[in-house]
Structure formats: C-alpha cells, structure tokens
C-alpha cells in the first residue's frame, strides 16, 4: 500500500530529486533501470505474460512451481512455489529463495511468518524462524532485488517502486541512504552486481555469512 500517493503530475520531479541525492555509481545505475520502465500496472494480456517470464525465470534458478494461487495454502511451503499470482509477488518470492539458507528452504513461507496472501496462517506463523531487524532487513533487499528483476525483465518495476514505498520520504536524506544501504547489502552478498542489475546466485552457492541472515 502507497503511503503517500504520487501524482503522475508530481512523479517526474520526484524521480529527479531522488536521482539527484543519490550518491553511489551503482545506486545510481540501479536507480535509472527502475526509473525508466512503467509506473502502470500491465494489463490482463501483458500481466499474465509477466508471470509466465517470472515462472520461467523461476525455474532457471532451480525453483519448483505450482499452478494455484497461495491462499490455497502458502506462498512457499517448503518445496515449491505457487505460481498463481502476480508477477511482482513471485518475483519477490524469487529473491526470498535467493537469500534463504537451506533450513529457512524447508520451512512453510521461508521462516518469515504468514504473507497478505498466505492461505494457512496459523503454520506459517509457527514456522517463523527470523523476527525484528533481520526479518525487516531481509524484507527491504527482498522488496529491492524483486524490483530489480522486474527491470530485468523489462516489466513495470516502477510500479513495485512505487507501491512499496521506496520514494516515500523522497525530499529527505533517509529515502535515499536507505535504497543505497539495502543496494549496498545485495552487492555484498553477490545478489546484484555493480551495474545494478540481479544475478543468479543464492546464499547457498556462495556462502553468504551475514550474521543477522545465517540459520
């Protein structure tokens, strides 16, 4: 949900006042990615062809999916991915898995809790395994990393950008460290590159020894 909705009218100004108090050549690069594809959610025709490029991109990293929508039971449970949803919340999906260890694979919504779309609450929330920052850390550079492979897939990351709220605040310094902080995060673990743009590594493949992250 926007916080504070940002009229077309008002949206170019915003993305320039943004762009212009970003202070890191890779935030700058994975800024201008974002910026310029669509703020518009796709169509009935065009959404559904995101989807098919989120599922296959899905199953390029190695991700097991499944027709169905997650109120059937969950998001993740464990195995494999619902598929029947929008292509933003499985690209999101998509960098959970990326940063999951291999106890948090195994666990129902990958240990973070039910989701909005989580059908079985109440066992997403006994398997919850990462709580407080970390939980919040891991939702910021999840958010961040499916917005970028939205870009990546030349579909409306814009939109994701807007809707998650990564512009609120954008006339103030926090907006701003707070994008590059979470960028400078994926960078390390080796989830982005220094173009801005996401990789195909996971946190098992690469060892990814973040503290607040390990299992």
């Keep these: 949900m926007i916080l504070t909705p940002v009229t ?15 202070r890191e050549r890779h935030a700058q690069a994975a800024f201008a990615r974002i910026a310029c594809t669509g703020h518009g959610r796709a169509g009935r025709s065009a959404a559904e062809t995101h989807r098919l490029a989120a599922r296959r991109l899905a199953r390029r990293l190695g991700i097991t999916s499944r027709d169905g929508a997650p109120p059937r039971n969950f998001g993740w ?18 960098a959970h898995w990326q940063m999951a260890g291999p106890r948090r694979r195994r666990a129902y919504e990958f240990g973070l809790g039910p989701g909005p779309e989580t059908g079985h609450r109440a066992a997403a929330e006994r398997a919850t395994l ?14 961040l990393l499916g917005i970028l492979w939205e ?10 950008f807007l809707d998650q709220n990564w512009l609120e605040g954008a006339d103030r310094p926090g907006a701003v460290r707070h994008f590059e902080t979470t960028l400078r995060r994926l960078i390390r673990t080796g989830l982005v590159d220094l173009a801005g743009r996401p990789t195909s590594n996971d946190a098992n493949r690469h060892g990814w020894a973040i503290r607040e992250f390990l299992d």
């Design 8 to 22: 077309d009218e008002r949206l170019g100004a915003v993305l320039t006042l943004f762009a212009a108090h970003l």
């Design 77 to 94: 449970d464990g195995r494999i991915m619902r598929s029947g949803t929008e292509a933003y919340v499985l690209l999101h999906e998509i």
């Design 130 to 143: 990462l709580t407080g920052m970390a939980r919040e850390r891991e939702e910021a550079m999840a958010s």
């Design 151 to 160: 870009a990546e897939l030349r579909q409306p990351a814009l939109a994701s």
